[in-house]
């Protein structure tokens, strides 16, 4: 569910071909991990895990 939403996002910015096309993809993948983690609390240190990941990806390559 969560890996098709990311290819449907990444089809979606790489059509609509925006300027900060990369900002709004890692914007939208924190949003969308907070957002299961409270729905999915068995997955909780595991969506904390990767946000931590991608914040570290957003500070270095963004």
Do not use: G, P, T
Request: aromatic share 34%; net charge positive.
């Amino acid at each position: 569910m969560y890996d098709c939403n990311v290819v449907i996002n990444l089809k979606y910015i790489k059509k609509r071909n925006y300027k900060y096309s990369k900002y709004s993809l890692f914007l939208y993948l924190n949003l969308r991990i907070i957002f299961y983690s409270f729905f999915f609390y068995y997955y909780y240190y595991y969506h904390l895990i990767i946000i931590i990941i991608i914040i570290i990806i957003n500070y270095y390559f963004i």
